[in-house]
């Protein structure tokens, strides 16, 4: 009997990533390229004093070829494995980017609304000052208009006395002294 009540698969197996045989190969390959490497070190050394210089010359090339070999071995898979990564890091970049874009423009649309309504009670109110100091304006200079008249209105009445005083003064001058007024200086 099962627990839970659930059916056990007889042949689950489980599954591996799809990158495990490609690092295995890797490391393999890596490796093989070390291994490579120490026995060309090895070679470097001073072997002919041994006197088997002559007899490991043909064969140094096998270890030569292992280690070009096994470090491309090693590389190449790593390359292909980070290239599918790029691939699909660009393409949830892309994604974001294009959710992004959508938020952006929503935002936008919701600000141009909200602005909108804004922009239009703020002109009702613009239009509503306006008339409201072109009102006060004429009210001003209507005001105004009715004080120049009244100015130019005292201006002429002045003017009239200005004109009568010295019209009398002079008549008068001319009446009480005669010609001894009139005296050169």
């Given at each position: 009997m099962a627990r839970g009540g659930k059916k056990k698969d007889g042949g689950s197996v489980p599954k591996s990533e799809p990158g495990t045989l490609l690092v295995l190969i890797q490391f393999v390959c890596a490796i093989v390229a070390f291994a490579s490497l120490v026995v060309l070190l090895v070679g470097l050394l001073d072997i002919g004093a041994y006197g088997m210089a002559e007899?490991?010359?043909?064969?140094?090339?096998?270890?030569?070829?292992?280690?070009?070999?096994?470090?491309?071995?090693?590389?190449?898979?790593?390359?292909?494995?980070?290239?599918?990564?790029?691939?699909?890091?660009?393409?949830?970049?892309?994604?974001?980017?294009?959710?992004?874009?959508?938020?952006?423009?929503?935002?936008?649309?919701?600000?141009?609304?909200?602005?909108?309504?804004?922009?239009?009670?703020?002109?009702?109110?613009?239009?509503?000052?306006?008339?409201?100091l072109d009102e006060y304006r004429q009210a001003e200079r209507a005001k105004i208009a009715d004080e120049v008249e009244k100015l130019r209105a005292v201006n002429c009445e002045l003017e009239d006395q200005i004109r009568r005083w010295a019209i009398g003064s002079v008549d008068q001058a001319i009446s009480d002294t005669g010609d001894e007024s009139v005296r050169v200086a």
């Open positions: 007899m490991l010359r043909g064969y140094a090339l096998i270890p030569l070829g292992l280690f070009v070999f096994g470090g491309l071995g090693a590389i190449m898979p790593a390359m292909t494995v980070r290239s599918a990564e790029a691939q699909a890091v660009t393409a949830r970049m892309g994604e974001l980017e294009a959710r992004l874009n959508e938020r952006i423009e929503a935002l936008q649309t919701r600000v141009d609304t909200r602005i909108g309504d804004d922009n239009q009670t703020l002109r009702e109110e613009n239009k509503a000052l306006q008339a409201s």
